[in-house]
């Protein structure tokens, strides 16, 4: 009995060398073939950038949600033309909006990503703007706009025509999260201007800028040349107002079919032509910038008078503002 279980403890170790010793044999393998094979990295997941990519009106929902985007996208449309037809007398529409639309800055109904695209906005808003000095909500936003670049009147709070606007901007938004980076936004700024030559500004307008908007700014219509100055645009309060703005604008869209072609300088010039023509005042600009950051580049009334006089400093005008 004795003999007996030594030989099997003899067997079962005898097991056990072999079973390391093909353990051993099968780690050297796979060492050997690690370093025979080229190192390779684990894959690592690539997150899609936001695309500019708005739904079509032809997608738009059935039903009152859908009826709010079509009216939504009539009024950033063809803003002037709507809200005046429905206005109680001609007086009222007048008073109500300017000739322009928001097409006029925001082409394609503010779904052209290259010419002030507003796809992606409704997830921008809320948002600090130094202007106002405060948080911002989309329709506060909008009313900025019926004041400034449209001359004319808030939409009350509870005006189903606001709540229609938000609604398609929401519409042409779909998809995009909040706090996304939007490459197409800020497009339209020349932060360091050269110091512009108004008389080479008139020049080039009439060389190039009156088949659309008229020898004297008037426009050809709110979507296919905008009247640029006079009764009936926009005022000095809008932030196309501003040298930088407009020259950036003109710069990156004009003229249509040959943008980027204007230097730096051509854009200068035009900006300060355009924006030293007569236009309706904001009457609070000295509310605007409350928490200081005033930018200097403000064509105001003053600026106008000062460059029909030649008195204009323009390196005052150009000067970064202080923060």
Known sequence: ???????????????????????????????DQAAESPETEAPTEKVAGIQHNPPSMEDVPDGPEGEAIKRGHLLFDDTSNVLRSEAASVEDGIARVNELSCTSCHAGAGTDEGVSSMVGMSAVYPMYIGRSGQMVTLEERINGCMVRSMDGQKFAADDEDLDAMVAYLTYISEGIPVGAELEWRHQNTIDDLPTPDVDNGEKLYQQSCIACHGESGEGTGSNTGPKLWGDGSFNDGAGIARMTKMAGYVQKNMPVSQENTLSDQE??????????????EWGNHDKDWPDGGRPNDIMTKERRDQVKDGTINWDEVLAKPEK
């Open 267 to 280: 854009a200068s010039d035009l900006a300060a032509y355009i924006l030293s023509q007569d236009r309706p």
């Open 1 to 31: 009995m004795k003999r007996t279980t030594t030989l099997t403890l003899g067997f079962i170790v005898v097991v056990c060398l072999v079973v390391i010793a093909l353990m051993a044999n099968q780690l050297r393998s796979n060492k």
